[in-house]
């Protein structure tokens, strides 16, 4: 079964205004606009596709776990500590909401930030062995 599952192509994000949400991605995430209509915006970035889709009001992609904390459905990685210290400074100077530099007890750091909409994001500063190999990095 791993070798018919080759990667995740597309990731859906509710937000509420399209256009304030596409602006948003595109100037703190680098995100390149594909398409844009009335219900959707489909951006590239973090080499895949992200439908913004135009949602209800109170709608996240966040979750609940069992105990009731709020958890992200997205980690991003980036090339080692010191990129991730670089990406946690920039979006910090750019007034995102971020939260800490974190050692969760495993191999790296992270951090988690947000959205406009709420839309929880967490970054990891190890790049995966298998994408390493993929691309020569």
């Not at 606009?33 to 915006?41: A, I, N, P, R, T």
């Not at 530099?101 to 994001?121: C, M």
């Amino acid at each position: 079964m791993n070798e018919k599952i080759i990667r995740v192509g597309t990731t859906y994000i509710p937000v509420r205004d399209i256009s304030r949400s596409s602006s948003w991605y595109v100037s703190n995430l680098g995100a390149e606009l594909s398409y844009k209509d009335e219900d959707k915006v489909i951006l590239n970035f973090a080499n895949q596709s992200f439908f913004l889709v135009r949602a209800k009001e109170t709608e996240t992609a966040n979750f609940y776990d069992y105990s009731g904390q709020e958890r992200f459905s997205l980690t991003f990685e980036v090339n080692g500590l010191s990129a991730l210290e670089e990406v946690h400074r920039e979006f910090v100077k750019r007034g995102m909401k971020v939260g800490d530099i974190e050692d969760r007890g495993h191999a790296g750091r992270n951090f988690v930030f947000r959205d406009p909409d709420g839309n929880l994001f967490d970054i990891w500063s190890e790049l995966s062995p298998e994408f390493k190999d993929r691309f020569n990095i």
